[in-house]
């Protein structure tokens, strides 16, 4: 069964540090997702991304984070210069989406930052 | 403001001890309301997807069912296994596009042997 996979699982920085986190999402999907979930809190949307540019984001999502797909495989999200609220486990997802239909987001394990 | 809300937070069972878990919703159009399954470190699993009050959706132990206002997940004869903290999500039609989720806090569901 096709899956959303993260690399890599766990990531530790100093502050101020940039950090890239990858995603690989299910093949034939078209929109990819960022997802934040801080310890013992909601998990929250960062970021949606379509035809190769952002299609939404939230007020989370401040000019230190960017993401990309830089080939036909790999989405990822950057965080230029980290702070240690950034400390979380994020996730990537993604969906298939045809018309105006809501559809299944698919998430993947997730990369938990510790930001020190 | 898109606002979901789960209740219980937490709940504890014996094992074949039936219960329903609660989502209430606040949003300005409702897309679709998801219900994941969240193991601990890892990423929300796919439960069920409902898109109109009156649908209902069931996979083996778990049935979802959905009104205008809230979601039902009701456990039949849970088994340990079915231990796990369990997410309510909403997709609502906004403006923007809207196609982030908005999630509840979950329930912490432990069952015991």
């Known amino acids: 069964e096709p899956e959303v996979t993260q690399t890599p699982s766990h990531q530790v920085t100093q502050m101020g540090q940039e950090v890239i986190l990858r995603c690989v999402p299910i093949?034939?999907?078209?929109?990819f997702y960022w997802y934040r979930q801080i310890l013992g809190q909601k998990v929250e949307f960062l970021v949606s991304?379509?035809?190769?540019?952002?299609?939404?984001k939230s007020e989370i999502f401040d000019d230190q984070f960017s993401v990309e797909r830089p080939d036909g495989s790999n989405f990822t999200l950057k965080i230029r210069s980290t702070k240690l609220e950034d400390s979380a486990m994020y996730f990537c997802?993604?969906?298939?989406?045809?018309?105006?239909?809501?559809?299944?987001?698919?998430f993947g394990p997730g990369t938990r930052l510790t930001v020190l | 403001e898109d606002q979901v809300t789960q209740s219980p937070e937490a709940l504890r069972l014996q094992e074949g001890e039936s219960s329903s878990l609660n989502c209430s919703y606040t949003?300005?159009?409702?897309?679709?309301l998801f219900w994941y399954r969240q193991d601990p470190g890892k990423g929300p699993e796919f439960l069920f997807t409902?898109?109109?009050a009156g649908e209902e959706k069931e996979k083996e132990r778990l049935k979802a069912t959905l009104t205008k206002k809230e979601s039902f997940l009701h456990i039949t004869a849970p088994k340990p296994e079915d231990s796990a903290t369990y997410l309510c999500?909403?997709?609502?039609?906004?403006?923007?596009?809207?196609?982030?989720?908005?999630f509840g806090k979950g329930t912490h569901l432990i069952i015991q042997p």
């Open positions: 409902l898109y109109s």
């Open positions: 093949s034939n999907h078209l929109y």
């Open positions: 999500a909403v997709h609502a039609y906004s403006g923007g596009g809207a196609d982030g989720l908005t």
């Open positions: 991304f379509y035809n190769n540019e952002i299609s939404e």
């Open positions: 997802a993604s969906s298939h989406r045809q018309g105006a239909s809501t559809d299944t987001q698919y």
């Open positions: 949003v300005s159009g409702l897309r679709g």
